[in-house]
């Protein structure tokens, strides 16, 4: 069955850094999208970065553009995101998803696409 598996999360200092991890494993093929998520308390789960399996592509929500990184070790099945200069408002339960969905989708970064999800890790910045 399919499987995802965030972890790296952690309490970090305002200014800080950290690298998410996700394993995953038994992908329809039909997926052509892998990335992050993120979701506050009392806010909606909204997108951080997506990829474009199909060439490589990635998008990034403005509000981190600049600071995170988004990268694919298809080989090993991982995605990364690499997070720098974190900020309070970074402060979330940060989920991998994946999903076949269409080029708009991907463009804005649209979480309703997504129906594979893993269990999250929180990061908290103070």
């Known amino acids: 069955d399919v499987q995802l598996v965030e972890s790296g999360g952690a309490s970090v200092q305002t200014g800080g850094s950290l690298r998410l991890s996700c394993k995953y494993s038994n992908l329809p093929p039909t997926m052509n999208s892998l990335g992050w998520f993120r979701q506050a308390p009392g806010k909606e789960r909204e997108g951080v970065s997506l990829l474009w399996t199909n060439d490589g592509a990635s998008i990034y929500a403005d509000s981190v553009k600049g600071r995170f990184t988004i990268s694919y070790a298809k080989d090993n099945e991982m995605i990364y995101l690499e997070m720098n200069s974190l900020q309070p408002d970074d402060t979330a339960m940060y989920y991998c998803?994946?999903?076949?969905?269409?080029?708009?989708?991907?463009?804005?970064?649209?979480?309703?696409?997504?129906?594979?999800w893993g269990q999250g890790t929180q990061v908290t910045v103070s």
């Open positions: 998803a994946a999903g076949s969905i269409s080029y708009n989708e991907y463009k804005r970064l649209d979480r309703r696409a997504f129906r594979l």
